[in-house]
């Protein structure tokens, strides 16, 4: 499981802030397709929240512990129904990222003659 540090924790709890759960754990509990889902999810933005339906904390509890322990998460942050949690994005996948593409061309060609207008002589 990941450790953060107090200061680590603070800023990813802001981050969260603003998102919306994107994995639910109802009924069935933790089950391998709902695990696959968080790990994709993980995969894809870091800092996810789970919200995880059921009156019983302890059961909460007990998810945010296997989640963590099987798919190397770290806790961020466990109020109310949500489950917050993060993993750094693995390296492959940081480097496989495309590079900005370069500005785009002007619209008209630098051959063309250019139109007199009013804010060509503005300045």
Known sequence: MLQLSSVERRELRA???NLNPVVSIAEN????AVLKEIE???????LIKIRGYGDSRENRVAYLEQ???KLGAAD?????KLL???RPAPIENTAATP???PKARP???ASAPRKTTKRSFQG
């Open 99 to 101: 590079a900005p593409s």
């Open 40 to 46: 994709v999810n993980l995969n894809a933005h870091e």
């Open 67 to 69: 989640i963590c322990s």
């Open 15 to 17: 981050r969260a802030h």
């Open 29 to 32: 509990g933790l089950t391998e």
């Open 76 to 80: 961020v942050q466990h109020i109310g």
């Open 84 to 86: 917050v949690i993060y």
């Open 107 to 109: 619209r008209r060609p």
